[in-house]
């Protein structure tokens, strides 16, 4: 059985930080496009950073330079570390999984061609 399962989140004051983490199970990921998605209440899901099978990276504008992504293979696990957190980063965090093609598209931040979900991690940051 396919499984992404996230980690990692909480409660955080804006400017802390957060490290998330997502474990896979029944497939190995190496070759997958992985990303990490937020959905806040009454918003959208978005994206927020892809990593590539080549350790190639893409983030959303509103987290660049706050947020890092980076897998590691032989765990079998992807990460997010997210810095100088803000109040509008309060979301449930979703880690995804999709083929390699997924990465190269410039619709990634809606989503697209993900089709490996976790059941997400609720990060709350507050003032």
């Known amino acids: 059985q396919v499984q992404l399962v996230e980690s990692g989140g909480g409660s955080v004051q804006a400017g802390g930080s957060l490290r998330l983490s997502c474990a896979a199970s029944?497939?190995?990921?190496?070759?997958?496009?992985m990303g990490w998605f937020r959905q806040a209440p009454g918003k959208e899901r978005e994206g927020v950073a892809i990593i590539a099978s080549t350790q190639g990276t893409a983030y959303a504008d509103s987290v660049k330079g706050r947020f890092t992504i980076s897998r590691d293979n032989a765990k079998n696990s992807l990460y997010l570390q997210m810095n100088s957190l803000k109040l509008e980063d309060t979301a449930m965090y979703y880690c995804?999984?999709?083929?390699?093609?997924?990465?190269?598209?410039?619709?990634?931040?809606?989503?697209?061609?993900?089709?490996?979900w976790g059941q997400g991690t609720q990060v709350t940051v507050s003032s």
């Open positions: 029944g497939y190995t990921l190496s070759s997958y496009c």
């Open positions: 995804a999984a999709g083929p390699h093609s997924a990465c190269y598209s410039n619709s990634w931040v809606a989503g697209a061609r993900f089709d490996i």
